[in-house]
T-cell receptor
């Protein structure tokens, strides 16, 4: 089976840096993705890590440690528009994705 | 590019009726599409993988006779909720994986909110 854990909620102020952790236990693992979802909207792709290490895309970075079954999403220079839910998702067998429970990020002025 | 649409965006139906939800990839072809279900403030739960030209594969615990999936073309997959009951009320989201890109990419539709009364 698949099991992914994320904190349920995180609060930070504008301009700050926040890290959202994800730990997973899966029967098959090919990579870890991160998605952003605003209330009532569709998830949008942020990043994907297949190998260990840090991937940087603008203000967002994602890290993976396969030996620790752990990854995180790092958001820098937080903006109000970053307030949303963030999901990690494991790419498993047959290219299926299994999502974590989601972390609601609240950015305050 | 990589736009996925869903129709309808919301639907209210009576218990016992069936509802069809369409998922279309507008500017790309997708042999594989996925159907998810999301409860309020919860995660996306993978229901099934829709494969063009072949039967869908369902996740454990998802009733294939309840949630009928048809992937009739490279740009269209449909999910039919048969004999809907109030517990089927949920947000249903599809995603499509373009044939031409790395297999970790998928693009999500805007979702369909189903309310069964």
């Amino acid at each position: 089976g698949q099991s992914l854990e994320q904190p349920s909620e995180v609060t930070a102020v504008e301009g700050a840096i926040v890290q959202i952790n994800c730990t997973y236990q899966t029967s098959g693992f090919y990579g870890l993705s991160w998605y952003q979802q605003h209330d009532g909207g569709a998830p949008t792709f942020l990043s994907y890590n297949a190998l260990d290490g840090l991937e940087e895309t603008g203000r967002f970075s994602s890290f993976l440690s396969r030996s620790d079954s752990y990854g995180y999403l790092l958001l820098q220079e937080l903006q109000m528009k970053d307030s949303a839910s963030y999901f990690c998702a494991v790419r498993g067998n047959f290219n299926k994705f299994y999502f974590g429970s989601g972390t609601k990020l609240n950015v305050k002025p | 590019g990589a736009v996925v649409s869903q129709h309808p965006s919301w639907v209210i139906c009576k218990s016992g009726t069936s509802v069809k939800i369409e998922c279309r990839s507008l500017d790309f072809q997708a042999t594989t599409m996925f159907w998810y279900r999301q409860f309020p403030k919860q995660s996306l739960m993978l229901m099934a993988t829709s494969n063009e030209g072949s039967k869908a594969t369902y996740e454990q615990g998802v009733e294939k006779d309840k949630f009928l999936i048809n992937h009739a073309s490279l740009t269209l997959s449909t999910l039919t909720v048969t004999s809907a009951h109030p517990e089927d009320s949920s947000f249903y989201i599809c995603s499509a994986r373009p044939n031409r890109v790395p297999s970790y990419e998928q693009y999500f539709g805007p979702g369909t909110r189903l309310t069964v009364t």
